[in-house]
């Protein structure tokens, strides 16, 4: 059975660049991106008996940031978020994906820009944004490998489909 799909089937699918390129223009939406911040974070968490301790080691970690010590550093260091070992690294982030306190900060701060103490219920937050990007589309190189396995899929399923059709033309079968 393998044998035969590999035949009829497999070896038959192609792609052409120009069906990988019409998919693209026609589902241009699918590939589009928000706008976008290159976000370091250092997060401290509050607890009840804690929070005058937290918001005041916040407020010192903030003065040493603007003393020219390194965020990574001070991330490394003092963060109790899960991107400590990473110096605070939060990499591309959507607005979506951010608290709203956190993403109205963060979207309005300028690229190498650093954000006062952010108190939220959960925990104080310093941000700092390494860059920003705005809304596009994804170029077709990025995505071209995508588009091909999903037209390879939706090729090698109508030609299966088509195959079992045409065997089922030539074979007679009765059901008892």
């Known amino acids: 059975m393998r044998q035969l799909q590999a035949k009829n089937i497999y070896?038959?699918?192609i792609v052409s660049p120009h069906k990988i390129e019409r998919y693209y223009l026609d589902n241009k939406s699918e590939y589009k991106v928000e706008d976008q911040v290159k976000l370091r974070m250092i997060v401290l968490n509050k607890t009840s008996d804690q929070e005058a301790e937290a918001k005041g080691l916040?407020?010192?970690?903030l003065t040493k940031l603007k003393e020219g010590v390194p965020f990574s550093e001070m991330a490394s260091i003092h963060?109790?978020?899960?991107q400590r070992s990473q110096g605070g690294e939060w990499g591309w982030v959507e607005r979506s994906v951010l608290r709203k306190e956190l993403a109205e900060v963060a979207f309005s701060l300028k690229p190498g820009e650093l954000s006062n103490v952010i108190d939220t219920p959960?925990?104080?937050y310093l941000m700092l944004v390494e860059d920003r990007r705005t809304a596009h589309s994804k170029p077709l190189n990025e995505v071209q490998a995508e588009i091909e396995k999903t037209l390879m899929t939706k090729e090698r399923e109508k030609?299966?489909?088509q195959y079992i059709d045409k065997?089922?033309?030539?074979?007679?079968?009765?059901?008892?």
């Open 167 to 176: 065997l089922r033309k030539k074979t007679f079968v009765r059901y008892f």
């Open 58 to 61: 916040a407020q010192e970690i």
């Open 159 to 161: 030609r299966q489909k």
């Open 122 to 124: 959960p925990a104080f």
């Open 79 to 82: 963060s109790q978020g899960s």
């Open 11 to 13: 070896q038959e699918s």
